[in-house]
């Protein structure tokens, strides 16, 4: 993206632009998709080694997705310059036409201007020197030469020449003033050419008048003639000059109505197509899917949509909107009026797509809710269902020998009842095991207001068992006191049994993990204690007892065989079950992130709008009060910008995670840069319609030239008194436009009232009867002054120079372009400051600039933006007497929160725009340590804030706030507890701990299912990780 290599011309940046496209078309997917297939194998390496118990590897995955992240932003860099290079030399070009049609006019013009004043002096210098022939046959030649010559063939030539070059002067100011340039000063003056135009046609009427009183011809008749002639060529140069501006306007403000009608008109054509998505939109609303295929299904079917179909049609309606804003306030802007009615079938359809974005955003929140419940709760429901129904199984396998009541007729029969007794009641206890973690999963379901009654259905299965206890515990203690034989061998039975047992306890827990896994239920933790028991149950269990059954050490060989398949299975599942949790601890402050930056866009476009939307009707605005508009909507446009930039960030973080699918917002970012360049459209049209708008011009002068040139047409009869007083209103005839130009006589035909089939009314001529009215003031929204919007700008104009420093450099370079003049700097802000270097120390910022590499974005956190504006405040306050302390950057950041690595302040006065703060502070004149500017720049500074007060002196102090890592207070002490899923407690003590490595420890055993105690004070928190052997390892921070 360096200025060199973006192409000198047109050509070469358009080559520059392919190739471009070819990468990101030809070159990009199988590279994509080569780094997807070597990403799954090194997570895939990274799980075997945390199953096989080994350190895990270096995250190279990681480490490839960073750059391949920062390749997209610099391949979005390198589009965003060729772009900007593009525009330059394109408006280079047009600017370079515009002048070569401006020489080639003054070249014109200069050239007709000496022809008319050497004709002009010509019949001047032969009025004074009296040459008029000597004898009368001469004179009538020169007469007749006149007027066959000049009068019939080269005046008229001259006149049209005249009102070409005027009309290409107008071309030349209306395409300066769209390249946002001066007005030409043209050479010769445009006045020039008209006073010399009517000195011609004088000195013309001079000469021969002078040449018929040299005849003796000069009667009554002729010198009315005469007099006519000179009121017609009068009324002809005052049109000539009144009537091309008003025809100007009058065509600015018929193409905007077009432009408008064909905006309104395609707003109609797509109204139906959006009705008819709304409505199969709501249909699935109420006819949701029933299983999880059909909803990720229905979700993929939604998101091409929004993509393919709804996303174009945004845009459509975008452009349409600024269309019609554009072309009502070109029509208010030239005061010819408007309708409301012109407006309103696009307003109809913003209205039906607002319906269609609710639809849509109802659907996907209703599909998204659904997929998270088959995902999560539907499945916890099952396992629960299941483990109810094999405790419910075992109560029916077990009833003949709890519901037996025989005491036993021999020895033997009573070993078999008590070994059966027994045998029933050391599985009840492992069933009673059994039945509370299904209890604390019939909670957790419980917490889903759906599932809840099916829960209790389940746990409805599990009431047998505490009365079983008490009477198995009766049965065997009658059995006990029976019992006197076999007693070596039984108890080796038992013991065998029991080991049998809980053995197979865990091999069915396990085969439940393996089998029907659900990650984010399943946690690290408890499936290390299942390997574990599984191993020591299985190494202690052969070789079987003499006392074991034949169907015991059978069901134990049986059990072993299930325990090494089982076995492999569950580092898998615990790794799958670590990534699950990681996922999920991102997923839910990712997707909330999200909803706020959306939020806060859909309030910034809300605003821009209310500002740039100009209501249909018959009113005319001000130019100023557009500006005003405009000016305001610029003070907030960088708000737009990070907005996007931090949702698109977002959600290529939620791709890194594997959760963007899930993310119940219907915002898309293509929604975000559609409103934002609607803002940018819109802004763009009504600032070309400030600058078109047109001085007040009213109809009087252009009124008495048409009367002029109605009175001299005709004969010069004196009309009859009857006449006269039947119509007291002179009148036009339509043959007295003939000698008009026929664009200015077609013009005149259509503004001005008829009076009969032959002729006109000049005194209703009035095409822009707003101009004699007061314009009142628009009305804006009461958005004024936003701290924050300001705030957003200035991190935004620090993040441009510190992200891409060349590309800043070089903005910088065009924007202060010929500001210098010696030691006086006069910025585009406004003002003339005496610096101590000059531009020299422009060029040395911009050559440092260039050679620099890019540094990480500023992050506006709003406690660093109250902490800057309290120095602000107090620094103002000082100028003015009212303090004469300043309070320290550490006890500002420690009434906010906690602050930790560099930190510092920058102070700068008498600019408030956000680039010209940015800019000042970079330049640094007369500070040879370059103090600001360093500091700005530093690698280390993540995240900023920034305040600005009115200033006695100075008019105003701003100043810039930024350190490492910053973290809030809380209100006080707080302990809290966590296992499994975060609570929203827990994340805002970890939002408030100022260490990233001391919230990774927290959140790291949170992941992997450990029980996690955060005992926060004001001065330091205590991190304590439960172990599943009873030990705890505590982790302390303090940091006042």
């Known amino acids: 993206a360096k200025p060199e290599n973006l192409g000198s011309t047109p050509e070469k940046t358009k080559a520059c632009q392919d190739a471009l496209g070819n990468f990101r078309s030809t070159e990009k997917p199988p590279k994509e998709a080569e780094k997807v297939k070597l990403q799954e194998a090194l997570r895939e390496v990274a799980n075997r080694k945390l199953q096989e118990g080994r350190d895990e590897p270096h995250p190279l995955d990681q480490d490839m997705e960073k750059a391949w992240k920062e390749m997209e932003k610099a391949a979005a860099d390198l589009e965003r310059a060729l772009a900007a290079r593009e525009h330059k030399l394109n408006r280079d070009a047009g600017c370079a036409e515009t002048d070569k049609l401006q020489d080639d006019n003054q070249a014109k013009a200069k050239k007709w201007l000496a022809e008319v004043e050497k004709q002009s002096d010509n019949f001047a210098s032969k009025v004074k020197s009296g040459e008029?022939?000597?004898?009368?046959?001469?004179?009538?030649?020169?007469?007749?030469?006149?007027?066959?010559?000049?009068?019939?063939?080269?005046?008229?030539?001259?006149?049209?020449?005249?009102?070409?070059?005027?009309?290409?002067?107008?071309?030349?100011?209306?395409?300066?003033?769209?390249?946002?340039?001066?007005?030409?000063?043209?050479?010769?003056?445009?006045?020039?050419?008209s006073n010399a135009w009517k000195a011609l046609g004088g000195n013309e009427r001079d000469y021969e008048k002078a040449l018929m009183d040299k005849l003796g011809a000069l009667k009554k008749e002729e010198e009315d003639r005469l007099g006519r002639q000179a009121k017609k060529d009068n009324a002809l140069a005052k049109l000539a000059e009144l009537l091309p501006p008003l025809m100007e306007r009058t065509g600015r403000a018929k193409a905007a109505a077009q432009r408008g009608a064909d905006a309104a008109k395609s707003a109609a054509a797509l109204l139906p197509w959006v009705e008819e998505e709304t409505a199969k939109l709501a249909a699935k609303l109420a006819a949701p899917p029933t299983n999880d295929a059909q909803v990720a299904d229905e979700l993929g079917k939604l998101s091409?949509?929004?993509?393919?179909?709804?996303?174009?049609?945004?845009?459509?309606?975008?452009?349409?909107?600024?269309?019609?804003?554009e072309a009502t306030a070109v029509r208010q802007a030239q005061r010819a009026g408007s309708s409301p009615g012109d407006t309103a079938p696009v307003e109809a359809l913003a209205a039906a797509f607002a319906k269609l974005s609710e639809a849509e955003a109802a659907l996907k929140m209703s599909l998204v809710a659904k997929q998270q419940r088959m995902l999560g709760p539907t499945m916890e429901l099952e396992r629960l269902r299941r483990g109810c129904r094999q405790v419910s199984s075992w109560v029916l396998q077990v009833q003949p020998i709890t519901s037996c009541a025989e005491a036993g007729a021999t020895e033997g029969e009573v070993l078999v009842l008590l070994e059966d007794a027994e045998r029933v009641k050391e599985e009840l206890k492992h069933q009673q095991v059994a039945a509370a973690r299904l209890e604390a999963l019939g909670a957790h379901v419980s917490k889903d207001a759906e599932l809840a009654p099916k829960a209790a259905g389940c746990l409805a299965l599990l009431t047998a068992l505490p009365a079983l206890a008490a009477a198995m515990a009766r049965r065997t203690a009658k059995l006990l006191e029976e019992l006197e034989r076999q007693r070596?061998?039984?108890?080796?039975?038992?013991?065998?049994?029991?080991?049998?047992?809980?053995?197979?306890?865990?091999?069915?827990?396990?085969?439940?993990?393996?089998?029907?896994?659900?990650?984010?239920?399943?946690?690290?933790?408890?499936?290390?204690?299942?390997?574990?028991?599984?191993?020591?149950?299985?190494?202690?269990?052969?070789?079987?007892?003499?006392?074991?059954?034949?169907?015991?050490r059978q069901e134990a060989q049986e059990l072993l065989q299930?325990?090494?398949?089982?076995?492999?299975?569950?580092?898998?599942?615990?790794?799958?079950?670590?990534?699950?949790?990681?996922?999920?601890?991102?997923?839910?402050?990712?997707?909330?992130d999200y909803k706020t930056t959306a939020e806060a866009l859909l309030a910034w476009h809300g605003r821009c709008l209310s500002l740039l939307s100009l209501a249909a009707g018959p009113a005319a605005v001000k130019a100023a009060d557009l500006s005003k508009a405009l000016d305001m909507v610029e003070a907030q446009r960088a708000e737009g910008d990070a907005h996007t930039r931090l949702a698109e960030d977002l959600v290529r973080e939620m791709q890194s995670y594997g959760v963007e699918g899930t993310n119940p917002c219907a915002i898309s970012t293509g929604e975000m840069r559609a409103k934002l360049r609607q803002i940018k459209e819109m802004s763009r049209g009504l600032k070309a319609a400030a600058a078109g708008s047109p001085t007040m011009c009213l109809p009087e002068p252009v009124v008495e030239a048409l009367q002029e040139l109605g009175e001299s047409h005709g004969d010069g009869r004196r009309k009859s008194l009857i006449r006269r007083l039947s119509n007291p209103t002179p009148q036009l005839p339509l043959a007295a436009l003939e000698p008009m130009p026929a664009d200015q006589a077609a013009f005149v035909r259509e503004v001005t009232p008829s009076s009969g089939s032959d002729a006109l009314q000049p005194g209703g001529f009035d095409p822009f009867p707003a101009d004699k009215l007061d314009i009142p003031d628009r009305a804006l929204p009461k958005v004024g002054f936003d701290p924050r919007a300001h705030a957003f700008a200035v991190v935004e104009a620090v993040n441009r120079a510190r992200t891409n420093p060349p590309e800043y450099a070089d903005a910088l370079a065009a924007s202060l372009a010929g500001c210098y003049s010696g030691q006086t700097f006069s910025p585009p802000w406004g003002g003339r400051l005496k610096t101590e270097e000059g531009e020299a120390n422009l060029l040395e910022l911009l050559q440092q600039l260039r050679v620099m590499a890019p540094r990480p974005a500023l992050r506006l956190l709003h406690p660093l933006s109250e902490a800057a504006q309290q120095l602000a405040e107090e620094v103002a306050a000082s100028a003015e007497g009212r303090g004469k302390h300043n309070t320290s950057l550490e006890e500002r950041l420690k009434a906010r929160g906690k602050w930790a690595g560099a930190g510092g302040e920058a102070v700068v006065y008498s600019v408030r725009q956000p680039d010209a703060v940015v800019a000042m502070l970079l330049l640094g004149d007369g500070d040879s340590t370059r103090r600001n500017r360093t500091f700005l720049l530093r690698d280390d500074l993540k995240v900023a804030g920034v305040g600005l007060a009115d200033h006695a002196k100075l008019d105003s102090v701003g100043v810039l706030t930024l350190v490492s890592m910053f973290a809030i207070n809380l209100p006080g002490a707080v302990s809290v507890e966590c296992q499994g899923d975060i609570t929203p407690d827990f994340q805002n003590v970890i939002d408030a701990i100022p260490s990233e490595q001391a919230r990774d420890i927290a959140t790291e055993a949170l992941v992997k299912g450990k029980k996690v105690l955060l005992e926060y004070e004001l001065t330091g928190v205590a991190i304590t990780v439960s172990e599943r052997d009873g030990s705890k390892h505590v982790s302390r921070l303090k940091w006042g």
């Not at 929004?306 to 804003?325: G, R, V």
């Not at 306890?505 to 599984?534: H, Q, W």
């Not at 090494?564 to 909330?592: G, I, N, Y």
């Open 132 to 193: 008029l022939g000597v004898a009368p046959g001469e004179t009538q030649r020169l007469l007749d030469g006149l007027r066959a010559n000049f009068q019939a063939q080269a005046k008229p030539a001259l006149a049209k020449d005249k009102a070409g070059l005027e009309g290409e002067r107008r071309e030349v100011e209306a395409r300066r003033q769209q390249e946002e340039r001066e007005p030409p000063a043209w050479q010769p003056p445009t006045e020039a050419l």
């Open 304 to 325: 091409a949509f929004n993509e393919a179909d709804k996303q174009p049609a945004l845009d459509k309606l975008l452009d349409m909107q600024a269309a019609c804003n």
């Open 488 to 552: 070596r061998l039984a108890k080796e039975r038992q013991q065998f049994g029991t080991k049998l047992c809980a053995f197979r306890a865990t091999v069915v827990a396990g085969t439940e993990v393996s089998a029907f896994p659900i990650a984010l239920y399943d946690t690290s933790e408890s499936i290390a204690a299942i390997k574990e028991e599984g191993v020591l149950q299985a190494e202690g269990l052969l070789p079987a007892p003499e006392g074991a059954t034949d169907e015991a």
């Open 562 to 592: 299930q325990w090494a398949e089982l076995f492999p299975t569950l580092p898998v599942r615990q790794a799958d079950s670590v990534v699950a949790h990681r996922a999920a601890l991102h997923a839910t402050k990712l997707h909330e």
